[in-house]
């Protein structure tokens, strides 16, 4: 009995740890937002609207709580010092994008913005949408960035199977009812959509 609470206990602590990774990496974005280029903006008059302001974009996100998800307007002011309202009001030239797939805001670098769909534990879809030319651009899964820069992204990417060779957590994981499976550190080049992967590998459970 003992034993399985703490192999239960371990669990949790791995999930907790890459819990907090996460916390932390995104007070690590939001800390870097100013050098990124934009900044974020609660609207006064509800708690379902949230703004993203860069030098030329306004991205206004409204939260669907019963479909799950997030609807974005975009407003593009060429007026660098001009601040527009927080508020999802549809004007002349705004540029709606509609909720599909349960995404959330993840990022604003020039003209990219960068969309998160998370399901659950694991991989979720990353969308990039090129806000000058108002089309998607790309599609695919991550788990989550590690760093959004100017020109590309970094972020973890699963690439393998899990094995007991190389994943040594596996066998425990398994006891429990979970999966694992092998995950490398990637650059997405935002000018190409090319990937390169680093050195950088990791074995990360799975529901």
Known sequence: MIPKIICLLSIITIFL?????????????????????????????????????STHYLVVAKDLEQKGGTDFLIKYEPD??????????????????KNEWAEYFAGLTGD??????????????LTIWDLRKRKKVYEGLWA???QI??????????????????????????????GAAIETKVILDLSDFRISKTK????????
């Open 17 to 53: 740890g890459a819990y907090f990774i996460e916390v932390m990496a995104g007070e690590k974005g939001q800390n870097q937002t100013a050098k990124m280029g934009y900044k974020q903006i609660i609207a006064t008059d509800t708690n379902k609207v949230r703004c993203y302001q």
């Open 80 to 97: 660098a010092k001009a601040k527009l309202p927080c508020s999802y009001i549809v004007a002349d030239n705004d540029f709606e994008i």
């Open 112 to 125: 990219s913005l960068i969309l998160d769909s998370t399901t659950g534990p694991g991989p979720s879809g």
């Open 144 to 146: 989550g960035p590690t």
């Open 149 to 178: 820069k100017d020109d590309s992204i970094i972020y973890w990417k699963e690439t393998e199977e899990a094995t007991g060779d190389n994943c040594p957590e596996l066998h425990q994981w398994k006891s429990h009812g979970l």
């Open 200 to 207: 950088e590998r990791r074995c990360s459970p799975r529901q």
